[in-house]
């Protein structure tokens, strides 16, 4: 685990945009595509718009393809949608091509839409490992990340899959990876700025296990990056 701190949101996003571009001609370079997972919320929208403007011609983007670690079960079309976020922010812009992006199909239903993004997950690899190049992760303030919210089953889960799940504190089904799935993934990375979100910090970072209370304790992987300013890591 590496953390990467710095005085403003501003240059915690530069360096977080530069770290996928450096990621994505890695992967590229090796193996001719770079699979990425987004995460939703409102943080990566500025990431979108800077990768969408500054890194326009730095990065081979007909050789992305896009996934998301969670959606929110409502439609695509729907304010709320992470996928109608990216598409907005990053996809339109940059003119990725539709078929190198892989939305969640909300509408058939939260638990069959789990199962047919599990299915194209495995497609997409051929069925062997899912292992995504980068998969980008938020941090709630209740210290989840992507759909892993405390006191619910998907934390118990140890498929490498997408599940879905019925999340009483938002009132809302939600479809997510699980934690195996995420600690597949060759480099992750945690975008998170704020003052806000330091207590959430300090539990991933400082306290005792507790994945309960703490879901993303749960994500351990050979690198994760995390991306924070002063603010957020103000609990030290």
Do not use: C
């Amino acid at each position: 685990m590496t953390l990467n701190v710095f005085n403003t949101d501003t240059e915690v996003l530069a360096a977080l945009a530069a770290y996928f571009a450096g990621r994505a001609k890695e992967a590229i370079e090796a193996n001719g595509r770079f699979a990425v997972a987004l995460s939703g919320g409102s943080s990566p929208k500025k990431l979108h718009e800077l990768l969408a403007s500054e890194y326009r011609d730095k990065i081979e983007w007909n050789k992305v393809f896009f996934f998301f670690g969670d959606e929110r079960d409502v439609p695509l079309t729907d304010s709320q949608s992470n996928y109608l976020m990216a598409k907005q922010t990053l996809f339109d812009p940059l003119g990725i091509d539709p078929s190198h992006v892989f939305p969640v199909q909300t509408d058939l239903g939260a638990e069959e839409a789990a199962k047919e993004y599990t299915e194209k997950i495995a497609d997409f690899f051929d069925g062997g490992k899912a292992e995504f190049d980068l998969i980008i992760l938020g941090l709630g303030d209740n210290s989840h990340t992507a759909s892993l919210f405390p006191h619910t089953s998907v934390l118990h889960d140890e498929s490498a899959s997408v599940q879905a799940l019925y999340i009483d504190e938002v009132k809302m089904n939600r479809i997510t990876f699980t934690a195996p799935l995420i600690n597949n993934a060759r480099h992750i990375a945690f975008l998170v700025y704020g003052k806000g979100k330091a207590e959430a910090v300090k539990h991933i970072l400082e306290d005792d296990t507790n994945i309960e209370e703490y879901p993303a304790q749960l994500i351990k992987s050979a690198d994760i990056q995390w991306f924070l300013d002063e603010a957020a890591n103000s609990y030290r």
